[in-house]
C-alpha cells in the first residue's frame, strides 16, 4: 500500500539525552538528538499540498536523510542516462576536431544538468559525514600540518544539524563524536574554512529539500 505515497520534509528538531556511550572523562555526557518530522502523503495530492489522508511521523535525522539522498541520487542517475540517450547527439564522429566529452559537458549545461558529471573523486564526500563522522586531516599543505598539531588534544567532527528554527538541515563541525558541542560560533564553518582554505559544504544550504519523494524511490 506504501507504494502510493510519497514523502514530504515537514521539519526537524534536536532534543536532549543520556549518552550511554561516555566512558572517558572528556566525553559529552548529555548528547544531542536530532529528529525530522515528515509526512506520507497519498502521491496524487502530494504536490497539490496533501491536505487529507495523510499522515505525520517522526524518525531519526541520519535515517531520513540517508533514504532521501539515496533516492535523489537514483533519480539523477536516471535522469543523466534518459539526456544522454535520447537528447545529447554526443556519438563518436568521424572529425578530428569533434570532442566527446565536450559535447556532453555542453549538453548538461544547456539542460542544467550539470549534476551528471560530478568528480567523484575530488567531490566534498557527503555520505561520509551524515552520522558525524571523523574529519579527515589535510595533509598536502600547512594547513594540514597545523590541523595535525592540534588533533594531538583536539578532534574534529562533520554532521548534519538542524537549523532556520527548524526548517533547514545543515552540515557542521564539532568537537567531539556525537556532534553536539561546536566547534566554533558559526556552526564550525569558520575552523572548517581555516584548516582548509573553502567553506564548508551545506553550511548554509539545505542538506534535503521539500519536494515530495515516491515511497518507490525511497
Given at each position: 500500500w506504501v507504494s502510493g505515497y510519497s514523502l514530504k520534509f515537514q521539519g526537524c528538531f534536536h532534543v536532549s539525552q543520556w549518552n550511554a556511550e561516555a566512558q572517558d572523562e572528556e566525553d559529552v555526557r548529555i548528547m544531542t538528538k536530532r529528529l525530522i518530522r515528515f509526512r506520507l502523503c497519498p502521491a496524487s495530492s502530494c504536490s497539490a499540498g496533501c491536505d487529507s489522508g495523510y499522515g505525520d511521523y517522526i524518525i531519526d535525522m541520519n535515517t531520513y536523510v540517508n533514504a532521501y539522498l539515496e533516492s535523489k541520487e537514483e533519480l539523477e542517475r536516471q535522469a543523466?542516462?534518459?539526456?544522454?540517450?535520447?537528447v545529447c547527439d554526443c556519438e563518436e564522429k568521424d572529425d578530428d576536431q569533434f570532442d566527446e566529452e565536450e559535447c556532453m559537458s555542453e549538453c548538461y549545461a544547456d539542460n542544467n544538468m550539470g549534476y551528471c558529471e560530478r568528480d567523484e573523486e575530488e567531490e566534498f564526500q557527503l555520505n561520509d559525514y551524515?552520522?558525524?563522522?571523523?574529519?579527515?586531516?589535510?595533509?598536502?599543505?600547512?594547513?594540514?600540518?597545523r590541523l595535525e598539531e592540534e588533533e594531538e588534544e583536539v578532534q574534529y567532527f562533520i554532521g548534519p544539524y538542524c537549523t532556520n528554527q527548524g526548517g533547514s538541515i545543515y552540515l557542521g563541525m564539532f568537537t567531539d563524536d556525537t556532534c553536539t558541542e561546536f566547534a566554533d560560533n558559526n556552526g564550525g564553518a569558520s575552523t572548517y574554512k581555516s584548516f582548509v582554505g573553502s567553506k564548508l559544504p551545506y553550511s548554509s544550504k539545505n542538506i534535503v529539500g521539500s519536494e515530495c519523494v515516491s515511497c518507490l524511490m525511497a
Amino acid at each position: 500500500w506504501v507504494s502510493g505515497y510519497s514523502l514530504k520534509f515537514q521539519g526537524c528538531f534536536h532534543v536532549s539525552q543520556w549518552n550511554a556511550e561516555a566512558q572517558d572523562e572528556e566525553d559529552v555526557r548529555i548528547m544531542t538528538k536530532r529528529l525530522i518530522r515528515f509526512r506520507l502523503c497519498p502521491a496524487s495530492s502530494c504536490s497539490a499540498g496533501c491536505d487529507s489522508g495523510y499522515g505525520d511521523y517522526i524518525i531519526d535525522m541520519n535515517t531520513y536523510v540517508n533514504a532521501y539522498l539515496e533516492s535523489k541520487e537514483e533519480l539523477e542517475r536516471q535522469a543523466c542516462e534518459n539526456l544522454e540517450e535520447n537528447v545529447c547527439d554526443c556519438e563518436e564522429k568521424d572529425d578530428d576536431q569533434f570532442d566527446e566529452e565536450e559535447c556532453m559537458s555542453e549538453c548538461y549545461a544547456d539542460n542544467n544538468m550539470g549534476y551528471c558529471e560530478r568528480d567523484e573523486e575530488e567531490e566534498f564526500q557527503l555520505n561520509d559525514y551524515l552520522e558525524c563522522g571523523q574529519f579527515e586531516v589535510p595533509d598536502d599543505d600547512g594547513n594540514g600540518r597545523r590541523l595535525e598539531e592540534e588533533e594531538e588534544e583536539v578532534q574534529y567532527f562533520i554532521g548534519p544539524y538542524c537549523t532556520n528554527q527548524g526548517g533547514s538541515i545543515y552540515l557542521g563541525m564539532f568537537t567531539d563524536d556525537t556532534c553536539t558541542e561546536f566547534a566554533d560560533n558559526n556552526g564550525g564553518a569558520s575552523t572548517y574554512k581555516s584548516f582548509v582554505g573553502s567553506k564548508l559544504p551545506y553550511s548554509s544550504k539545505n542538506i534535503v529539500g521539500s519536494e515530495c519523494v515516491s515511497c518507490l524511490m525511497a
